[in-house]
């Protein structure tokens, strides 16, 4: 009964007591001095108020009278439905409170509020689910509204049942290697053919430039080529291997201009064209390259008896001392004492005779020489013989020249 209600008065510093009325008292106009000091009297339902003159107070609506519901002899959730008692569908007739996010699911005379997936129900409202607490996922977990998704670190891709993470070939995807490459376990390598390195982006393959690191790959020119090197000869060479140059004989393989009345001396990278008889006045020819003086010729008489032509060729810049050739006598008398030296052709003193025994010596190269460049020196060997000799000693000489061509190379 509304007007049997209880209501509590309250009073700034003192507590009214409760008052059970039929109807309202209003206590600010029966009550002298209901409200002490610059306090404001409020009457209200059942009781009053004591305020600061300042307050105001807004008198709530009064609750609506709620109809009265016709008589329902069937449970809660049920109607009647001729002599029985029907469920009630609150959700076709939206007579329910549920949220609207959730779904209505009906029961037996009442309903439920059921959340989507990846929800779930706190009190009245629908919570998200974090499934990434659950470790649903390999790598990593993104969690979203109602869900979440999986996801891989780099080089990897998501299995069949989005969840596990499987490794990704990527020489098969297109991985930007330039020349080989080489899947790992969630990564990929770059590898480079024999003659490239690696670029520093671990991509690219750039040539190896093997020349600029040693000036002794090759005897003569080292030529870099894409992935390799290679090595040349001058002309009048041929590779010997793959860095070695050997000269070609011309005078052998007959790539030589020589006429009959010539003959071909192979030299260091060319040949040189001599004439078969060089035998000058007062000299005559006795054999392909021996002249001799007859001794019954007046101006053979300070020259030496005979003169044999040799030929030969060094590199330049040869390291010096060196040896580089040695005279022998083919023939020597018995008692003779027999000595050595260059009777012309040294104008420079680029050679010296080193004699080693009575029979033979060394020309050695006293200082590096340059070519192309040709020396002719004229090598004697003087003989003593006392033992021939009726007034003083018997002295005879020999001579051989030697045609020296310096070529222009340095091996």
Not at 158 to 166: H, T, V, Y
Not at 288 to 293: D, G, K, Q
């Amino acid at each position: 009964n509304r007007m049997s209600k209880c209501y509590i008065s309250l009073q700034f510093f003192d507590l009214t007591t409760c008052l059970c009325l039929p109807s309202d008292i209003n206590e600010c106009e029966t009550i002298p001095d209901a409200c002490k000091g610059e306090m404001k009297c409020f009457n209200h339902y059942g009781g009053y108020l004591c305020l600061p003159r300042s307050a105001s107070v807004i008198p709530a609506p009064e609750p609506p009278i709620a109809p009265t519901e016709p008589f329902n002899p069937c449970p809660l959730g049920y109607e009647p439905q001729g002599d029985s008692c029907v469920d009630i569908d609150e959700c076709e007739r939206e007579e329910h409170d549920c949220q609207p996010s959730q779904q209505c699911i009906n029961t037996l005379g009442a309903f439920t509020c059921q959340c989507p997936d990846g929800y779930r129900k706190v009190g009245t409202e629908c919570i998200d689910i974090d499934e990434c607490r659950y470790r649903y996922c390999q790598h990593r977990c993104v969690n979203v509204p109602g869900s979440f998704s999986c996801q891989c670190e780099p080089g990897f891709q998501l299995a069949g049942n989005n969840r596990s993470c499987i490794d990704v070939n990527e020489c098969d995807m297109g991985a930007p290697c330039s020349q080989r490459c080489y899947n790992t376990y969630g990564t990929f390598l770059c590898r480079c053919d024999q003659g490239y390195e690696l670029g520093p982006d671990g991509f690219a393959c750039n040539d190896i430039d093997e020349c600029s690191y040693s000036s002794y790959l090759c005897q003569y020119q080292c030529v870099n080529e894409p992935g390799k090197f290679s090595c040349v000869c001058p002309e009048g060479y041929q590779l010997l291997g793959t860095r070695l140059c050997q000269d070609i004989n011309e005078c052998e393989t007959g790539e030589h201009q020589c006429s009959e009345t010539q003959t071909c001396v192979n030299i260091h990278g060319r040949y040189q064209c001599v004439d078969a008889n060089r035998c000058q006045d007062p000299y005559v020819q006795v054999s392909e390259n021996r002249c001799v003086c007859p001794v019954n010729k007046p101006a053979c008489r300070d020259l030496p008896f005979s003169i044999v032509h040799r030929y030969m060729s060094i590199t330049s810049e040869r390291s010096v001392p060196s040896d580089i050739f040695q005279i022998q006598a083919t023939s020597v008398s018995p008692g003779a004492y027999n000595t050595f030296r260059i009777r012309s052709g040294d104008d420079n003193g680029d050679f010296y005779i080193r004699q080693i025994n009575n029979i033979s010596a060394m020309l050695v190269l006293a200082r590096a020489v340059s070519g192309p460049r040709e020396y002719t020196l004229d090598l004697e060997m003087v003989s003593v013989n006392p033992l021939l000799s009726y007034q003083g000693s018997y002295q005879t000489s020999s001579a051989l020249r030697l045609s020296i061509y310096v070529g222009p190379y340095t091996f």
